[in-house]
Every structure is written in C-alpha cells, then in structure tokens.
C-alpha cells in the first residue's frame, strides 16, 4: 500500500476474512496508511495497521472493530 486510505486497506483485507471487519469512524477510514501488508493474513495486516496508526483492534467472535 503506497499511502492508501485505511477503509482500501480494510475493503482488501475483508476479501480473505470470513467475519465483517468496521472501522469506527469516517475519520479514521481517511487515514493513510504506506506499506507492504498481506492482506490475506489478517491478523499480521491488523498488527500493521495497529503500528502504524496507533489504533484499537476489538475482536467480538467474527466482528473486528477498529477505533482510536
């Protein structure tokens, strides 16, 4: 990803997830993120965004939410 808004990140990273993943705030959607992510392996593209954002990740079963 080469300065790509998070909800991108998100809709890439929802191809290869079962469950719904829903960031919080439009705000936080704009963010940019820039980086190599794989994207197939959510929990290592969670852990990016996590680092490079300083956001929340919240696990509820198959609803991944993410937040400030």
């Known amino acids: ?20 993943i829903v960031v919080a705030s439009s705000a936080l959607a704009d963010r940019r993120v820039s980086g190599t ?12 965004v996590t680092k490079a954002l300083g ?4 696990r509820l079963g198959p609803l991944i939410v993410i937040r400030q």
């Open 55 to 58: 956001v929340k990740v919240t």
């Open 1 to 20: 990803m080469d300065n790509a808004p998070l909800s991108y990140v998100i809709e890439e990273m929802s191809r290869h997830f079962y469950g719904r």
């Open 37 to 48: 992510i794989k994207v197939a392996n959510t929990d290592d593209a969670l852990a990016f």
